[in-house]
């Protein structure tokens, strides 16, 4: 019996319309745009606005696009997970709520939260669904308002982030494609570098914690940069070496959207010219789980049947991996 891969066979991105440019940004704090440039590589981030919007929305947006585009009943969904440091509620899961949304009745959902690291986690936890023999299409979805967590009147974090969602739609095949193989870490100790204060058991939300401004995203820029930097860079090389990959025959390095000097640093690692990076960051901004399914969305209809692509992130807590596969479709087709 050949071996069942779990290949992408279609993907889809959803942003808001408005666009939070580097120039408002800069009359709501002591910013500007050459300072994030320089620094950040951000120039727009787009905000959902809206009473009653949630990540669920955004994500149920990238879901039902995805289902139009590859011509795919709700009914033929066998499993929706759902990824993202920003659900709509503590529970019930993310998957859930966007699953009633589209109408994916016969499978089920749930979601996984490894921050930034968490489309990669979701993607690989779902691939094996599929090479099990049991699941023929699983959804996997990232979705992020990160803006509901982003503390306005701070400038070393308010610049970064953006609101997005983009879902994949996995499947089975028995050719030399999909998801090959992954390198994913983790030190808990990270956590407190990058988290937020209050609003989980083991500080849950009282009058003192919003006074005191703790349900916002709180970083610590140095040891974040330098531990991503690190780290990210180190499990791309680790992959190229293991599956002898070089600068010739690997098509595209997709990495986490946070900070254009974190992702060139990984692509210089990695030996690769720019024209291999797939980067939107100047456009959105880092949107979380949304990141890296958004740039393959971008850079669909350059994608080919068979192309070596290395995914790579960094995520709170501290998360990171890199994973690679032969990509499954030409994307202009």
């Keep these: 019996m050949s071996k069942i891969n779990a290949v992408i066979t279609g993907v889809q991105g959803w942003v808001p319309e408005y666009r939070l440019t580097n120039d408002e940004l800069s009359t709501m704090v002591d910013t500007s745009d050459e300072w994030i440039m ?19 929305y955004m994500g149920a947006r990238a ?18 997970i759902g990824t993202g440091a920003t659900p709509d509620m503590m529970f019930p899961a993310n998957a859930n709520i966007i699953a009633d ?45 990160m803006s509901a967590i982003t503390d ?29 193989d992954h390198i994913f870490g983790v030190d808990g100790s990270g956590r407190h570098h990058l988290h937020m204060k209050a609003g989980g058991s083991l500080k849950p939300a009282t009058h003192e914690t919003v006074d005191a401004r703790e349900h916002f ?54 030996g690769l010219p720019k024209e291999k990076v797939m980067i939107n960051i100047q456009r959105y901004g880092n949107t979380t789980t949304a990141t890296i399914p958004m740039c393959l969305w971008e850079w669909e209809d350059q994608l080919k049947k068979g192309d070596n692509v290395i995914l790579a992130a960094f995520g709170g ?3 990171w991996g890199s994973l690679y596969m032969k990509w499954g479709y030409d994307g202009k087709a």
């Design 63 to 80: 879901v039902k696009g995805l289902l139009e585009k590859t011509n795919t009943s709700p009914d033929e969904i066998d499993l929706i």
């Design 152 to 180: 306005y009147t701070d400038r070393t974090t308010c610049p970064l982030f953006g609101d997005a969602a983009a879902a994949v739609l996995l499947e089975p095949t028995e050719e030399d494609l999909g998801i090959i």
């Design 217 to 270: 995203i709180y970083q610590e820029g140095q040891a974040v940069f330098k531990f991503a930097v690190t780290k990210m860079a180190d499990v791309s090389v680790e992959m190229m070496e293991k599956h002898q990959l070089t600068s010739e025959n690997l098509a595209w390095l997709v990495p986490h959207q946070a900070n254009m000097r974190i992702i060139e640093a990984t692509a210089r690692r990695m």
């Design 101 to 145: 949304m589209v109408g994916i009745k016969n499978g089920f959902g749930f979601d996984i939260n490894a921050a930034c690291s968490g489309f990669l986690y979701t993607l690989q936890t779902a691939a094996q669904f599929v090479e099990s023999g049991r699941y023929k299409k699983v959804i996997v979805v990232g979705a992020d308002k």
């Design 38 to 56: 320089q620094r950040i590589g951000i120039r727009e981030r787009r905000i959902l606005k809206g009473k009653g919007k949630g990540s669920a």
């Design 317 to 319: 807590g501290f998360t």
